[in-house]
Every structure is written in C-alpha cells, then in structure tokens.
C-alpha cells in the first residue's frame, strides 16, 4: 500500500469512521451524554498520559542509570506519545487505539507491532528495495561491522596535494 492510499486513508476515511460511531453513540444515549463521554474520555486519557509518560520516564531514568540500553523504556515512551495523540483527538475509535498503545496491560503487543515495524523499515532501508541485507556484513580486527571501506597500506590513492 502506497504512501498515498495511507494518507488518503487517515485524512479522509478515520475521520468519516470516528463521525459515524460518534452518530451512532449519539442515537444510544443521546447528543449531551455523548458529548459528557468524550470530554470524559479526553479527561482521562490525559490523566492516563501523565501517570504512564511519568512511569516510563523514571524506568527510563534508572536504565540510563543501570548502563544498560533502554530499548524497552524508549519504545514505551514512543507508543505513550503515539497514544497519547490518538486519545487527545476527539472520537472514540482512535480513543480505543490509543489506549492500548498506554495501558500497561496492551502495551507488550503494542510494542512487538512497533518493534516488528522498525525491523522492516531498517531491513528495507538497509537493503534496499528488492535487495536482502547481507548475513556478515564486513568487519574490522576488532570485530565490530566495518561501516567504511578504508584505504590500505598497498592501496594507492590518486590525488593532489593543495597548499
């Protein structure tokens, strides 16, 4: 799916779907309790933000801290923000979406879709289109992934000298 069809998607067709649950909430329980509902529901959600943004900031600060990498607590923070901007919109569908990228309980599946995501996006920008990365990239004595060819001893690079 094109970068196209996805923003023609979240512009046009999740506000057309958010307008119509609304519509249909509205019709249940009426305009004003519907109305009450989504305030509460942003009420909520940013209680919701802080207390978990607070959370991942301090699991944060005690990995840094550790000298160990935060790669769970940067994920966390990265679907709180995610959520948190979802639960701040008005509507009920993106409300649900980003309540599972906060709530602690939904969090760990949220994680693995976004940890999947990444893997792709680095392994196809790595690679290239059509193309698989290698398996051993190059490395240098140390043993670590060489990230540039250098010239060696017996290589002869062209060049002029420029006072």
Known sequence: MGWRWLLLVAFIGVPLVEIYVIIQI?????????????????????????????????????????????????????????????????????DIVGAICILPFTR???????????????????????????MNPPTNPSGAPRTQQRPGPDDVVQGEVVD
Do not use: C, N
């Open 26 to 94: 509205g019709q249940v329980i009426g305009a004003w309790w519907t109305i009450l509902l989504l305030i509460a529901d942003s009420v909520f959600g940013s209680w919701l933000i802080k207390r978990e943004g607070g959370r991942a900031f301090r699991a944060l600060q005690s990995a840094l801290q550790e000298h160990r990498m935060p790669t769970k607590e940067l994920s966390d923070g990265v679907l709180i923000l995610i959520g948190g901007t979802l639960m701040l919109t008005p509507g009920f569908v993106l």
């Open 108 to 134: 760990p599946a949220a994680r693995r879709l976004l940890s999947g995501f990444v893997t792709r996006r680095l392994t196809t920008s790595y690679a290239g289109p059509g193309r698989q990365p290698p």
